[in-house]
């Protein structure tokens, strides 16, 4: 009888065992899920607001070729990235499409900001450090997921491979 106790304890901890090694085994799924929506998703948001830029430069662009339209179009354009990631963030979307528009509206805003201050470096270092240094703040503050402050880091990136 002892031996039977035994040998069902030996069956409930192998059990057991399994069971928490296939919680970590979903959990790093989920994980490299998560980092792969947020990375193919962010970088696609960012060639498809850049592809939506050129669609509205041609728009604006005026017959005479005089280009004065073009910093405030690519200042606006940056602002209106940027509150529109504030606005995703404050809607109930899933958390890795919260992730996705803060990698491409953070890298739109940086990166168009960046060639719009090209002739004062220090100001674009300055403003894109606040930018990243603001957001992960705030991710910091409401406790979000690790894939959130990856999703900084790639615009933070985007910006580093554009300039």
Known sequence: MM??????????????????????????????????????????LLVVSFVLYLFLFRMFEAPDQSFRFIAPLRAGYGIVWLFAVILIYRTHAADWV???????????????????????PVLQIVLASAAILVSIYLLYRSKKKWYHYFAVFLAASGLLFYM
Do not use: C, H, P
């Not at 106790?5 to 970590?24: A, G, H, M, P, Y």
């Open 3 to 44: 031996n039977r106790l035994s040998e069902i304890r030996n069956i409930r901890q192998w059990i057991k065992k399994s069971f928490e090694e296939w919680i970590v085994m979903v959990n790093a799924s989920e994980m490299i899920k998560k980092g792969l929506l947020v990375t193919i998703g962010g970088m696609l």
């Open 98 to 120: 919260k992730a996705v528009f803060l990698a491409g509206g953070l890298g739109t805003f940086m990166i168009t900001e960046g060639v719009q201050l090209y002739r004062w």
